[in-house]
């Protein structure tokens, strides 16, 4: 998960051009027309339209799904800036209009286009479009490949004078079909001659291929007002649904079952006004049916649900294709098959250049270290040892927690997960998770050099690649980036977590993650300042960290919960931190992020049994509980019961489907430590939301319910991008709704203004919406295990 304040300032495509390709045919580029209105081209629509002549020329196809702006919308145009590049764009008097603010270095540093179109060989295009700007300046038109190697069909250079004018172009495609072609316009670099900031607006834009034959148009459905879980519901939990209903009075329903008799009724009970959703909401509590079966559908009045299931085994096989995620997304190592599930997910081992990576310039050091393991961090190709850090802890706590608490361990047992290490002798999951703990550890400053014990915090591409790019295809160089002392408590903590859990398993492995544990938790005493810049790095998101006491607790923990050493104990109970269990983190209703970690040390110490003494032990299990009791009651307070809050600026932010499975954890701990059923409830309604039972009527995983995630942010798993690439494997979850939009597809989806929960689309370009990352598919596997094990009789 990309930091907020980076993310405003970089974009996802580095906009890299190859040698210009232009197929065949007349090259474009005259102005035909001078202007407002004079000669535009005719006017835009979704078919074949017949031209004014009575039919004497041909139909023509606008490929174009926003061509006038008349309605104030514009997707899918959208803009891409590349650091420095910066701007916006709006809809301002039915034209489309780029503010540029910086115009970068490079032609592509300030863009904008439009894609989801298909550019087919031996096919003639017309392109004809107005356009002008604040100050003269030129652009620079182009069709080609959306992502690598960016590939040309076509190009133009012209210059926009401050009243529009229609300009026009012809081209014949020689080149294979390319069914995610796009049409972008270049404005900054040397294209911009006029001062920033400045505007180009388009309008009347037309591309049109009377040989299209356009497929019958896809209308997407509105979401069902009765919003359910769509995979289902374990027979002896809580069932609720939520169901968007202006009505003011209860209303009739029944659930049907799937020959569509009616097996329960009864009456909604009114919520009212629902403030995160902005629906005004009725809930219908079905609890009493325990009957296994498929198809159920709940009716509401005249509204009716998806279909859902009633079963023990709902999670059986969620909870491995959520750790599969890690699997896929695994650096240094080939995919393949039968461990990848479908031959389309494999792929060529990536970046094993990261066997010796050496220091970026000025970063005082002058070795190289091996970085070729580990997990890569979200939809990009970097790897961060803070995020790295809580998404193996929460692997691990999973592994710790079915030792000492649960009743599922032998699920996770050696040869239950897909991965290429069954049949080792060791738990599948630990296996998974050394991969990243081997990475977390090779990051380690060396013996003899300054700094030694100190961690570097990240490693990553020089610059932004684009999406729709496999690892091995990613040529940039990658360095490491200078130590921090987060990043360094990161690899204390994690270490001493890996030196306890090993030590009967591999010997060798444990103390080799005790030392590094050891070694980086002195070397963080005697550097306990050294921060991460701030910023937008090129390539790669600072994971920035100016409060490290949290981490100092956190590491200090996991050592105390190993060795039991009198200074690590001492370090805690000194600590203002050991007096409470954080509920509120950065504005939100959470206990842990990637940011602020002393919760996790908490965790392990109210988990494992040994060095904490039992009245110690039973504090924290309390302090965890009554956390657990502030999440239900935010629940309570909610019309889609779901177990995060909005922030106190009545916003949800980045990764909100994080927060909330971060929340379910602790609940389900609770549960764990007290037995009360409201804890395992709580961890359903947490289950429901992300599932399906939201307004959007949206299942934030990949391959489940009946409206899945579909095109999350990801460079492989790009196939709305590219054709070429894989769609995502079922069992990947959404950072989902975010008030703050912070991509420009996202302010292009006409979502501003947006009440919390609506603030979504499902779409690759979405990132700060739609990304997918380490860290969220974490807790995801420990909440759909934990859930899985309580389904089971």
């Known amino acids: 998960m990309k930091d907020l304040f980076l993310k405003q300032s970089i974009l996802r495509r580095a906009g890299r051009v190859s040698a210009l390709a232009l197929a065949l045919g007349l090259s474009a580029g005259c102005v035909v027309t001078q202007g407002p209105g004079a000669g535009a081209a005719p006017p835009a629509g979704a078919g074949p339209d017949a031209s004014a002549s009575g039919g004497s020329e041909p139909a023509r196809t606008n490929l174009l799904k926003a061509s006038d702006f008349d309605d104030n919308k514009s997707l899918p145009w959208n803009t891409s800036f590349t650091a420095p590049g910066a701007g916006s764009a709006e809809v301002k008097k039915g034209a489309y209009c780029v503010t540029v603010t910086n115009k970068g270095s490079n032609n592509w540093d300030a863009q904008f286009r439009h894609r989801e179109m298909v550019i087919q060989k031996g096919h003639s295009y017309t392109l004809q479009y107005k356009a002008w700007a604040s100050s003269p300046t030129k652009a620079r038109p182009k069709v080609g490949m959306s992502g690598p190697p960016y590939e040309e069909y076509w190009s133009d250079t012209v210059i926009l004078g401050t009243e529009p004018k229609t300009f026009s172009g012809k081209f014949t495609m020689g080149k294979a079909d390319d069914a995610t072609a796009e049409l972008a316009f270049h404005i900054g670099g040397a294209m911009a001659s006029a001062k920033e900031p400045f505007e180009v607006c388009i309008d009347d834009i037309r591309l049109d291929d009377p040989q299209f034959k356009a497929a019958a148009p896809v209308t997407e459905s509105a979401a069902p007002k009765v919003a359910v879980n769509q995979v289902g519901y374990l027979p002896g939990a809580i069932k609720i649904a939520s169901v968007n209903s202006a009505a003011t009075a209860p209303v009739a329903w029944e659930l049907l079952d799937a020959s569509g008799k009616p097996v329960a009724h009864g009456q909604t009970k009114v919520f009212g006004k629902d403030g995160a959703s902005g629906d005004h909401v009725h809930l219908v509590d079905f609890t009493a049916v325990k009957a296994p079966g498929q198809g159920y559908v709940l009716k509401v009045g005249e509204e009716k649900s998806f279909p859902f299931d009633i079963g023990t085994g709902l999670y059986q096989k969620l909870k491995y294709d959520a750790l599969a995620y890690f699997y896929h997304n695994r650096s240094g190592i080939e995919i393949k098959m039968p461990f990848a599930g479908k031959p389309e997910l494999a792929r060529p081992a990536g970046h094993l250049s990261d066997k010796s990576t050496r220091c970026l310039k000025d970063s005082g050091c002058d070795y190289a270290l091996d970085a070729s393991r580990g997990w890569y961090d979200a939809g990009d190709h970097g790897k961060y040892v803070v995020n790295g850090g809580i998404s193996v802890w929460t692997l691990l706590n999973w592994y710790e927690r079915t030792k000492h608490l649960g009743a599922s361990s032998a699920d996770f047992a050696d040869g239950k997960l897909n991965i290429p290490e069954g049949k080792n002798g060791v738990p599948d999951i630990l296996d998974e998770a050394r991969w990243e703990l081997e990475f977390l550890m090779g990051m380690q400053v060396p013996e003899g050099k300054p700094l030694a014990g100190m961690v570097h915090h990240k490693m990553h591409d020089e610059s932004w690649t684009g999406v729709g790019l496999a690892p091995h295809e990613d040529k940039l160089a990658r360095f490491l980036h200078k130590p921090s002392t987060a990043a360094t408590l990161n690899v204390a903590a994690t270490g001493a977590q890996c030196a306890r859990i090993w030590k009967t398993v591999d010997a060798a492995f444990s103390a080799k993650c005790l030392k590094a544990a050891e070694r980086a938790w002195a070397a963080a005493k005697q550097n306990p300042a050294l921060y991460a810049p701030p910023g937008g790095d090129k ?101 889609y019961r779901t177990l995060i809050a909005r922030t106190h600026e009545g916003k949800y932010d980045w990764g909100s489907n994080s927060g909330l499975l971060n929340n379910m954890l602790v609940v389900a701990l609770a549960h764990d430590f007290t037995k009360q059923p409201k804890y395992l409830d709580g961890v359903v309604l947490g289950m429901d939301y992300i599932l399906g039972r939201n307004p ?85 596997a420990w909440v759909t295990g934990f859930l899985d094990e309580k389904a089971k009789p």
């Not at 940011?595 to 924290?620: C, F, N, Y």
């Not at 950072?735 to 690759?764: E, H, M």
């Open 696 to 780: 959007l009527g949206q299942s934030y995983v990949t391959g489940y319910g009946d409206k899945p995630l579909e095109n999350p942010h990801h460079r492989f798993w790009a196939h709305q991008a590219n054709s070429k690439y894989p769609k995502a494997p079922p069992g990947a979850v959404s950072g989902g709704p975010n008030s703050s939009l912070q991509d420009p597809y996202a302010q292009s989806a006409g979502l501003k203004g947006c009440v919390p929960q609506r603030c979504f689309v499902d779409n690759i370009e979405a990132w700060s919406l739609n990304e997918i990352t380490i860290n969220w598919n974490a807790p995801f």
């Open 539 to 639: 390539g790669g998101g600072p994971y920035d960290d100016t409060d490290v006491k949290d981490e100092f607790y956190w590491a200090a923990a996991e050592l105390f919960v190993t060795t039991g050493k009198p200074e690590y104990k001492k370090f805690l109970q000194d600590s203002p931190l050991n007096a409470r269990f954080p509920t509120e983190v950065e504005g939100g209703a959470a206990s842990m992020n990637w940011r602020v970690t002393d919760a996790l040390g908490q965790i392990s110490m109210a988990i494992v049994p040994g060095h904490v003494d039992a009245a110690w032990q039973k504090e924290i299990r309390g302090r965890i509980a009554k956390a657990a009791d502030q999440y239900l009651a935010i629940a309570d307070k909610e019309g």
